[in-house]
C-alpha cells in the first residue's frame, strides 16, 4: 500500500530513512535479582508524543526514570538528539519530567517553582520570572502566580507540574501519569489540552500510561510493555487493529480469543480448526505452516448479527443471546454457541425505530476474514 | 473498660503525674525552712535563688552546653539520617545504623564512663582535651543527642516525597544546591524539634556531664543534685517553679504558633 | 548534523559530568564521613578504651590505672593485662545481686507503668478532638521539664515529715509516719512517675490506629465489652505494649538518679554500683569491667531485639 507523499513527515517512523531524536539501545536494568527493564530498543522522532502503556510494575515508569537519569542502566545506551546520556547526570541532560506527585516545592510559590528552573539554568532573575509568568498564561493561571502550590486545586497542580517542566524548554519531556490524580471529567478535558500544547511547543513528549483509553487518544505511536520488555509498538489504530500477540489484544479493549491450529494451507484459502469455532476459512497468510498452534482475535464489534443467516458468508455460527444490555449508542450481547464457548458482540444502534435482537432469541453471527486476527503467540 | 472504671483510673494517673509538680510549686512560696509544713507566704526563697552565685553561673554553663551541643547535634544527627535515607549503598552502612541507634538504649553510666575515659587517654596521648570542662560535656552531649535528633530527621526523611528532590534535579540543581534549595526546607519543623529536643535532654543531664566534666565546669542538674543530695532545700523549689513557668510559657508559645499556622493553612 | 558534530558538542559534556562524577563522588564521601567519623571517635572508639582498662589495676597515680603496655628489663614491650578484675566481679555476691536487683527493679517497674499508662493511653485514644489533644499535651508536659526536679518532688513526698505522711497523720489514718523514702517501693515509684510517658505515647500511637469498626464488628457478632477487649483491643495493641515496655525497662536498667535519691543503702542497682565503684572508691578499672559487663548481660540482648524488631518493621 502506497502511503501519501506528505505521511513521512507527520509519521517519520514510516519513513526507514529518517533519524531517530531518542534512540535506546540494548536497554536492561537490574534490582538485585528483579529485572526492571529487559533489552528494550526503541527510537522516538521529533515531536512525537509516545506512550509507553502498561500495567504498575511492568517497567515503563524504569524507562522513564532511566531516560531522566534518575537510575543508571545496568547495561544499553540512550543517545538523546544524538549525544550519550551514560554519564549525564539528571541536572545536566536536555530532558525535564513532569511527575506523577507533581513534585512541587511546597515551600516556594508558584511562580517561584515555575522559574526554579531557569535560574538554575543562570537566566537573570527579571528574566526567568517574566518567562515563568508567560508560561503561567499559557496554563491559564497566571492569576495564582503567588500562591503556594497547597493553596491549589488537583487540576491547577497539574498544570502549574507541567508549565515548570516546559518552562525550559527541554528537547524531551517527560510525563509519567500526568492525569493520573485527576478525575474522569477533568482528565478527558486535559488530553486535548497536552496535546494542543505539545503541538504548538514542538516538544517531544514521552508519557508513561496505565489507562488504554488515555495513550489511545494521546499518542501518536503506543509502546506496550509486559514484564520489562516492550511488546509492541505501533499507531493506536495498528495496536488496536492488528496486535501481534494475545496479550496486546487482550491488555487494548475488549476481544474474543480462540485457540486453534492451521488444519490446511491453499494457495487461494487457509483454513484454521478452533476448539470454539470449528473451521474458520480465511485468505492465506504468509509465515504460517501446515498444524502450527496459533489464536485468533476477534474484537466485539466486529461481529455482525443477525436472524437469519447471512448471505455469502465463509464463516458464521448460530448461537442463542443468553445476555444483553442496552447502553445507548451501542447494544453489548453475550452470545452462546453450540459448542458452549459465549462470545461477547456489540452492535451499534444506528436507526431509532429499529427492532433489536434481544434475549433467548436464535441469532448467527458472522465475521469478516479480514477481521479474524491470527496470532502466533 | 467502661463505665466508672476508666475515667477514675484516668483521674488517678493524672493525680499521680501533677501532684508533686503542684505541691513543689506551692512549698516554693513557703516562709518555712521545712519544705512540708506551711509557714506562710513568702518569696524569700527567690531571692536567695537569685543571690547564690553558684546556681546562676552553673546555669550559664547548662545554657551554654546546651545551646552548642543541641546545634551541632542537629548537624551530625540530620547528616547521618540522610545519609541513611538517601544513600542506599555504602562502605559501613550497616556500622553507622548502628552508631546512630545504640546512644538511645546505651546506659548513660556506661557512656559517661566510657567517654571519660577516652578524654582521659586522648589526653595522655594527643594532648588533646587538655582537661576537661564545656568541651567535653558539649562533645558527649552532641554525641548521644545526635541519636535523638537522626531518628526524627529520619522518620520526616523516609516520609518526604523524593520526587521533590528529583525534580529539583531534573531542572538543573546539582546535589548541594538540592538539598540546601529543597531537602532542608522541607524537613525545617522536624530539624526544629530535634533541636528542642536536643536542648532539653542536654539541659537535664545529670550522669554523663558528672563524668565527663571538670573541676571548673559544673551544670545546674549537678549543682541541684549535690543540693538535694544533702535533703530537701527550699531554694530547689523555686527553682523548679521557675523552670516549670518556662516550659508552661514556651508550650502555651508553641501551641498558639501551630493554632495560628493551622488557621493560615485553612 | 553530522556524527562527527555531535560528538565535538558532546566533548564538553563528557569532560563535565566527569568531573562532576569525581566531585559528586568525594562530595558524597564527605558527607558519610562527617557522621560516620563523629561517632567512631565519640562513640565506638570510648568502648575500646572501656574494655583496655578493665584489663588494668587501679593505682594511686595520674590517671588512676596501669598503663597496657610496659617495657621489660630487657627493653621489649610487655603487655600488662589482667582478668583479676572480672574474676572480682564473679566472686564478689554484690555485683551479681546488683545486676539481678536491677532487671528485678526494671521488671516490675515496666509492668506497673503498663497497667498505669494502659487505662490512660485507652482513654486518650478514644477521647473526641479537642479532648483528646489536651489530654497527650499534659502527658507530655511533665517531660519537658527537669528530670531531676520530678524526682525531688517526690522526695518532698514521700519523707517521714513530707505531704504523704503528714496528711494521713492530720486525718487521723497513722499515729506516726511510715517508712517510704530510702526502700525499694521509692525507687518504684521514681521510675514509674519518670517513664510513664514513655509508655503511654506509644501505646496511644497504637491505639488510635485500632480501627473502631473492629469494635463494632465484636460486639455486633455478640462480645461483651470485656471479651472484646481481651480478643480484640489487647492483641493488636501488642506493639505498642511491647515498645513501650522497652522504652521504660531499658532507662531503668542502668538508672542511678532515682535510686541514688530515692532508695536506701541497700537498694542495689547496677548503675549505682558503677557510679560508686567510679566516684566513691575511685577504681576506675573495676567500674570500666562493671560497665563491659553490665553492656554484654544487658544492652547487648537488647540492642539485638531492636534490630529484629527493627528489621521486621522495614519488611
Known amino acids: 500500500m502506497a502511503q501519501p507523499a506528505a505521511a513521512s513527515e507527520t509519521r517519520p517512523w514510516r519513513d526507514a530513512a529518517s533519524r531517530p531524536f531518542i534512540s535506546v539501545r540494548s536497554l536492561i536494568k537490574r534490582f538485585d535479582d528483579f529485572t526492571a527493564v529487559s533489552n528494550v530498543d526503541l527510537d522516538i522522532y521529533k515531536g512525537e508524543l509516545f506512550c509507553l502503556l502498561g500495567e504498575s510494575g511492568c517497567g515503563k515508569s524504569t524507562l522513564l526514570r532511566m531516560l531522566a537519569g534518575f537510575e543508571q542502566p545496568t547495561s544499553g545506551a540512550i543517545f538523546i538528539d544524538g549525544e550519550d546520556m551514560a554519564r549525564v547526570p539528571p541536572d545536566r541532560r536536555p530532558t525535564n519530567m513532569m511527575f506523577q506527585s507533581y513534585a512541587l516545592f511546597p515551600h516556594m510559590s508558584v511562580e517561584k517553582n515555575v522559574a526554579y528552573g531557569l535560574l538554575r539554568e543562570g537566566v537573570k532573575k527579571s528574566e526567568a520570572y517574566a518567562r515563568a509568568g508567560d508560561m503561567l498564561r499559557m496554563v491559564k493561571l497566571e492569576k495564582l502566580a503567588r500562591r503556594k502550590p497547597d493553596q491549589l486545586s488537583g487540576g491547577q497542580r497539574q498544570r502549574v507540574a507541567l508549565a515548570r517542566s516546559l518552562v525550559k524548554k527541554p528537547k524531551l519531556l517527560l510525563l509519567d501519569e500526568p492525569l493520573g490524580a485527576l478525575d474522569k471529567k477533568l482528565r478527558e478535558e486535559t488530553q486535548f489540552e497536552l496535546i494542543k500544547l505539545q503541538e504548538t511547543l514542538g516538544v517531544t513528549f514521552i508519557v508513561v500510561t496505565h489507562d488504554q483509553d488515555e495513550a489511545m487518544t494521546l499518542a501518536t505511536r503506543i509502546g506496550v510493555m509486559k514484564d520489562g520488555v516492550i511488546e509492541q509498538i505501533g499507531e493506536p489504530r495498528e495496536i488496536y487493529e492488528t496486535p501481534n500477540s494475545r496479550f496486546v489484544a487482550d491488555f487494548i479493549g475488549t476481544v474474543n480469543l480462540f485457540t486453534g491450529k492451521v488444519a490446511a494451507v491453499a494457495p487461494d484459502m487457509m483454513r484454521i480448526e478452533t476448539a470454539e469455532l470449528g473451521d474458520v476459512r480465511l485468505p492465506p497468510q504468509t509465515g504460517l505452516t501446515y498444524g502450527q498452534q496459533v489464536w485468533g482475535a476477534v474484537r466485539p464489534e466486529r461481529f455482525a448479527l443477525s436472524r437469519t443467516r447471512p448471505e455469502g458468508a465463509a464463516n458464521a455460527w448460530e448461537g442463542v443471546v443468553e445476555e444483553m444490555g442496552y447502553i445507548g449508542h451501542m447494544s453489548q450481547y453475550r452470545i452462546r454457541l453450540a459448542s458452549g464457548v459465549l462470545i461477547r458482540a456489540t452492535q451499534s444502534n444506528r436507526l431509532r425505530d429499529e427492532d433489536p435482537i434481544s434475549w433467548d432469541e436464535k441469532v448467527w453471527i458472522s465475521v469478516q476474514p479480514a477481521a479474524f486476527r491470527v496470532l502466533t503467540r | ?266 | 548534523m553530522s556524527a562527527g558534530n555531535a560528538l565535538t558538542r558532546s566533548a564538553p559534556w563528557r569532560g563535565t559530568a566527569w568531573m562532576m562524577g569525581k566531585l559528586g563522588l568525594s562530595g558524597r564521601s564527605l558527607v558519610i564521613a562527617i557522621p560516620m567519623l563523629w561517632l567512631a571517635v565519640f562513640f565506638l572508639a570510648p568502648f575500646f578504651v572501656l574494655g583496655r582498662i578493665s584489663l588494668a589495676e587501679a593505682i594511686i597515680a595520674r590517671p588512676p590505672y596501669t598503663p597496657f603496655f610496659d617495657r621489660a628489663p630487657d627493653g621489649s614491650l610487655e603487655i600488662l593485662a589482667s582478668f583479676e578484675n572480672y574474676r572480682f566481679l564473679l566472686e564478689d555476691a554484690l555485683y551479681r545481686n546488683a545486676y539481678l536487683s536491677s532487671i528485678r527493679i526494671a521488671l516490675v517497674s515496666t509492668l506497673f507503668a503498663l497497667l498505669i499508662g494502659y487505662p490512660i493511653a485507652y482513654y486518650i485514644a478514644r477521647a473526641p478532638e479537642p479532648k483528646r489533644s489536651v489530654l497527650l499535651m499534659m502527658v507530655i508536659l511533665p517531660f519537658w521539664t527537669s528530670f531531676l526536679l520530678r524526682v525531688y518532688a517526690w522526695m518532698g513526698f514521700l519523707r517521714s515529715n513530707g505531704v504523704i505522711n503528714n496528711t494521713l497523720i492530720s486525718l487521723g489514718i497513722i499515729d506516726s509516719p511510715i517508712q517510704m523514702m530510702q526502700t525499694d517501693f521509692a525507687v518504684y515509684i521514681g521510675i514509674v512517675y519518670t517513664y510513664l510517658p514513655f509508655m503511654i505515647l506509644p501505646l496511644y500511637a497504637n491505639l488510635t490506629k485500632l480501627d473502631g469498626a473492629l469494635l463494632e464488628a465484636a460486639s455486633d457478632l455478640g462480645a461483651s465489652p470485656m471479651v472484646t477487649f481481651f480478643t480484640v483491643t489487647l492483641p493488636l495493641s501488642l506493639p505498642g505494649i511491647v515498645a513501650g515496655s522497652m522504652l521504660v525497662f531499658i532507662p531503668a536498667i542502668g538508672e542511678y538518679v532515682i535510686p541514688a535519691l530515692l532508695g536506701g543503702p541497700d537498694t542495689l542497682m547496677i548503675g549505682r554500683v558503677l557510679w560508686d565503684e567510679f566516684f566513691s572508691s575511685r577504681d576506675w578499672p573495676v567500674a570500666s569491667a562493671v560497665a563491659i559487663v553490665m553492656l554484654v548481660l544487658v544492652v547487648a540482648p537488647i540492642m539485638w531485639l531492636q534490630s529484629v524488631q527493627n528489621r521486621r518493621e522495614e519488611t
Request: hydrophobic share 55%; net charge positive; aromatic share 10%.
Open chain 2, 1 to 266: 473498660m467502661r463505665g466508672w472504671f476508666l475515667p477514675v483510673t484516668v483521674t488517678l494517673g493524672f493525680v499521680f503525674l501533677y501532684a508533686p509538680i503542684i505541691s513543689l510549686v506551692v512549698f516554693s512560696f513557703n516562709d518555712s525552712r521545712l519544705v512540708t509544713v506551711w509557714g506562710g507566704f513568702s518569696t524569700r526563697w527567690y531571692g536567695e535563688l537569685l543571690r547564690d552565685r553558684q546556681i546562676l553561673s552553673s546555669a550559664w554553663v547548662s545554657l551554654q552546653v546546651a545551646f552548642a551541643s543541641a546545634t551541632l547535634s542537629v548537624v551530625i544527627g540530620t547528616l547521618g539520617a540522610f545519609v541513611l535515607t538517601r544513600f542506599s549503598r555504602f562502605t559501613g552502612r550497616l556500622l553507622l545504623t548502628g552508631m546512630i541507634t545504640a546512644p538511645l538504649v546505651m546506659p548513660e553510666v556506661i557512656t559517661g564512663l566510657s567517654l571519660l575515659l577516652l578524654f582521659v587517654s586522648m589526653e595522655l596521648t594527643l594532648g588533646w582535651p587538655a582537661g576537661r570542662g564545656l568541651t567535653t560535656i558539649i562533645i558527649a552531649h552532641t554525641t548521644f543527642c545526635a541519636a535523638f535528633v537522626a531518628v526524627i530527621a529520619q522518620s520526616r526523611l523516609r516520609s518526604m516525597d523524593e520526587s521533590l528532590e528529583e525534580a529539583a534535579r531534573d531542572l538543573g540543581a546539582g546535589p548541594v544546591r538540592v538539598f540546601f534549595d529543597i531537602t532542608l526546607p522541607v524537613i525545617a519543623p522536624a530539624l526544629v524539634a530535634g533541636w528542642l529536643l536536643a536542648f532539653t535532654l542536654s539541659l537535664d543531664d545529670l550522669v554523663i556531664a558528672s563524668f565527663v566534666s571538670g573541676p571548673g565546669a559544673s551544670t545546674l542538674p549537678m549543682v541541684i543534685f549535690s543540693k538535694i543530695r544533702l535533703g530537701v532545700s527550699p531554694d530547689v523549689n523555686a527553682l523548679a517553679t521557675i523552670i516549670i513557668g518556662f516550659v508552661l510559657v514556651a508550650v502555651l508559645i508553641a501551641g498558639w504558633m501551630m493554632r495560628r499556622a493551622m488557621r493560615k493553612e485553612m
